[in-house]
């Protein structure tokens, strides 16, 4: 048995004259993915699920406090409330395994790690990489663990992309897969929205072209302003309205200036501000360029039965939410159309609630009793 | 009778010692108004219809083409479908006027514009306006060509809130008003839309605390990706999935670099780089900033029968579209139910139709038969 709870570990690949051979054809070696684990695989390893990160997470899931360690000072992670001992996915059960996706900066390589012929950070030498490369470090870790199949592969947005990536690039690896509020590809609207974002990165001179990162000068306008777009995206018109109003910040009247009038803007320029300090703005260009790429359309067509009879069948749980306007669930229905047209096992659950895109990051019973509830019923 | 048809005229008033009062209490002057005029007013100045254009819009509504001119090399207007000879708003029956907005850059006093004590452009000298002020000058042109009241008000987005300012604030001299894809007041989603414009304006180093005039830099990189922000916001879903969906831009296959792949990454680039030939950085910063102010609903509740048994009963067309996600038809709805408890002559139409928020803008007979229909139903 693996010891439970470890701290974050790092698996390195891919050395020379090895190397990893991207999607676009390019080349990239070393590769380290930065990864944590919660709970104990079983000898025969056949208990781990793998849990997939948001555009922005990190391998953080959960601190897993035990009992009196509630007041220790520690970072909380992006899923406390439904990963742990008895939660929607035990770590009494199961062995469950992030892993920081290719491309970021959470500690798994990426346009700010030292390329090795320089010593000096990638920047924009860094190669595009898409979602299907993340998953293949994925792959190339639970290798590394000799894990070779999960019982389930769990994610959320971005993190939903590639466990639909996972199902059509290694389905024979996969026993149940749960994407919640993504898609199979963007639309021209989440498309716009990078773009955008991108731009405005871009369009800030301390991003220089990519190198910024021994000029002491960080892009940190635009990637703020880059944040603030994404902000909104994850909220909804309800959730906005609900959340801010048109109430003021600290006054009675408006200033008649540009400074903060409304909670709305001082919400933004926070989330803008606090997100500069933790993420990387190269990445962002980066992740956001494989989410516009991704799109496992074609590649779910054709994984049908009558293409291939001997097929291993995949439980999906799909998941999307009423007021999730940058993934709707007019698009979750597509996917479990064609899922279903592939003769795949697919139950849909769409969850009413007002606070947009984001919502399965906010703790929420009854999506820890659906999920708990699907890996329940699988053997 | 006034002749028809006049090119671009300014009006300036406000000259030391008077001072226009604007609605923050400070003081501006003197203040030119940029207006054009099509149609003829009868002696009675009694067939005037004021046209109030929205955000970045100017006082060209149309060039009122007569017959054998239509090769001529012109810039057509805002809304050449809607006005001029038999159309929905016949420049043979009413004297069309449209004046460009307080605060923007097409020939109005804007932060552009030259401070009379210093010659130079004011920048962020200019005070705050909003949209009562720009009212208020329009207010002034009418004082000034001598007409008293208006057969009809009419304009969509920002120019639906000054139509729903002029009822408000000189309800006696608007027969009848035609708020067009607006709101009563902005939404937390659209103020956060706006403050994410003005925030990418200000991280752009040119913008220098909006003193870029005599500098030789304009902050075009930040304008360019606050218009981008703006036509998402202008667009929909189902009609950029229409015009755009996933197609790439003169390319078979991905870059897998950041220049453009696709057609919607294109289409925003060029409208970014469109605007900043055309529109001043500063303006952007102001109107949008009176757009967010903006919020007639309490006077809207208190004009009512209640309060004041005497007031004059305006025939309103509220007109929203099914796609507008920036101000939708909810916030229509507020606004009719509001107008209805006031004791107004309110009808209603909302059309369905899948461009977005800018579908005013786009020729469309149903609107000009709605308009048309409704200006004749009024004597």
Redesign the interface.
């Known amino acids: 048995m693996m010891e439970a709870k470890k701290d974050r570990q790092f698996y390195t690949y891919a050395f020379p004259p090895e190397k990893m051979i991207l999607e676009?054809g390019?080349e990239l070696g070393p590769v380290t993915v930065a990864y944590e684990t919660w709970g104990n695989l079983t000898e025969k390893k056949d208990n781990a699920i793998l849990l997939a990160h948001a555009f922005t997470g990190d391998s953080h899931v959960t601190e897993n406090l035990k009992k009196g360690e509630e007041d220790k000072q520690v970072r909380p992670g992006w899923w406390e409330f439904m990963v742990g001992p008895g939660k929607g996915i035990d770590t009494d059960k199961y062995f469950v395994i992030c892993a920081n996706i290719l491309g970021s900066c959470m500690g798994s390589t990426g346009p700010g790690s030292p390329a090795p012929d320089t010593g000096k950070p990638y920047g924009?030498d860094f190669?595009?990489v898409t979602i299907g490369d993340m998953v293949d470090t994925q792959k190339a870790l639970l290798d590394h663990l000799g894990i070779q199949q999960l019982h389930a592969v769990i994610g959320g947005s971005v993190g939903g992309m590639q466990v639909l990536e996972w199902s059509v690039r290694y389905p024979e690896m996969v026993r149940c897969a749960v994407p919640i509020a993504t898609t199979m590809?963007?639309?021209?609207?989440a498309?716009?929205?990078n773009?955008?974002a991108?731009?405005?990165i871009?369009?800030?001179?301390n991003w220089n072209n990519g190198n910024y990162y021994d000029t002491g000068k960080k892009p940190d306008?635009?990637l703020?302003?880059a944040r603030?777009?994404g902000h909104?995206t994850y909220?909804s018109?309800e959730a906005?309205?609900r959340?801010?109003?048109?109430r003021l910040q600290d006054k009675e009247t408006?200033s008649?200036?540009?400074d903060v009038?409304?909670?709305?803007?001082s919400y933004?320029?926070h989330q803008?501000n606090k997100f500069v300090a933790r993420f990387d703005a190269n990445s962002l260009?980066y992740i956001t360029?494989a989410a516009?790429?991704f799109?496992v359309v074609a590649r779910m067509n054709h994984s049908g039965p009558v293409n291939n009879r001997d097929q291993n069948i995949i439980k999906y749980l799909v998941i999307s939410y009423t007021s999730d306007?940058l993934y709707?669930t007019y698009q979750a229905k597509e996917l479990i159309r064609t899922l279903k047209r592939s003769g795949q096992d697919v139950s849909f659950c769409e969850i009413e609630a007002d606070c947009g895109h984001d919502a399965f990051l906010i703790p929420d019973e009854r999506l820890t009793h659906l999920i708990g509830g699907f890996l329940d019923g699988v053997d």
């Open positions: 676009s390019a924009l190669p595009m590809r963007h639309s021209a609207l498309i716009a929205f773009e955008i991108r731009q405005s871009m369009a800030d001179p306008m635009g703020a302003v603030m777009i909104v909220l018109d906005m309205r959340k801010f109003g048109r408006f008649f200036g540009f009038d409304f909670q709305v803007e933004l320029r803008g260009l360029k516009d790429y799109d306007w709707p």
